[in-house]
């Protein structure tokens, strides 16, 4: 006779911070994994981009190429590339080894919020405060995006792409979903302007955070709202929202200085982490650890799990 399966280990939250990078770069206006989680990159508003392996809290590089404040940026699926927005209206990609632009896209009438390799990394997409998505083909030496998006009716604040298909929030208050396979456009209105947008790990569900402090769990094809989720304060700044590593829980960063995590199913807030004085600026989520990445004012701390011992700790 077959044994039961042992029913999977309840997720973790992190809750244990275990590194703090202190940047040097001004505020730190985004944090994110690099494809494997293995390496993040923070953005500043000296105009700097740095890489960093942040479980052993070394910076490994910094890009120096930006006019203004970078904004956001992206590692490619090979790390051998790095995306980046800024506030100079410009959308660079860098060498990852040399430090170099190699190549500038200039297009975009406002501050680029956001950008994102697809899959292959031959195409950034960015999103700008001018109301359009742009995508830049990498391979090619032409100067004009290959498309543009230009439905929102206002700023473009979060881009993601999945295989398929790109998601975009825009302060007009609309979640945007472009099928490019079937060349289609989903919208679901919202009606507070959106901060931030991600899709579930499954290709399920899209979370949106928007700026009257409610995080909003959609059906990605009915736009059917399955969850919302409330205790956190976001009223004026572009702040993250996020999925843990399992789709158990969702996260959103905070004006109050916390991050929260909420109960996917049963809606109910599991963990307010105390994270520091002022606005969390930006959040990034481990593709397959609990560990979260946090950015507040001049610093990025590292959060893993209760039960994690750092390498060289007594067990």
Known sequence: MAFPRPRPARPELPRQRVQTLQC???AVRAAR??????????????????????????ALRTYQGHGYEVLDAAGSFDNSQICSGGADKAVALWDVTTGQVVRKYRGHAGKVNCVQFNQEATVIVSGS???????????SRRPDP????????????????????????????RVRRYDLRTGQLCSDYIGSPITSVCFSKDGQCVLAASLDSTLRLLDKDTGE????????????????????????????????????????VEGSLALSLPVGQGVVQSLAFHPRLPCLLV???GQVTLWREDTFQPEGDPS
């Open 33 to 58: 994994f690099n494809a494997d989680g293995n390496y993040c990159l923070t953005c500043g508003s000296d105009k700097t981009l740095k890489l960093w392996n942040p479980h052993k809290g070394t």
């Open 129 to 139: 405060i001018d109301s359009t998505v742009r995508c830049w083909d990498c391979r």
């Open 24 to 26: 040097g770069q001004g």
């Open 146 to 173: 290959i498309q543009v998006l230009d439905e929102a009716k206002d700023g473009i604040s979060s881009v993601k792409l999945s295989a398929h298909e790109i998601l975009t929030g825009s302060v007009d208050g």
């Open 295 to 297: 950015a507040t004012q």
């Open 225 to 264: 709202l399955l969850g919302e989720y409330t205790g956190h304060r976001s009223t004026t700044y572009r702040l993250d929202c996020v999925l843990n590593e399992q789709d158990t829980h969702v996260g959103c960063a905070s004006e109050d200085g916390h991050v929260y995590f909420w109960d996917l």
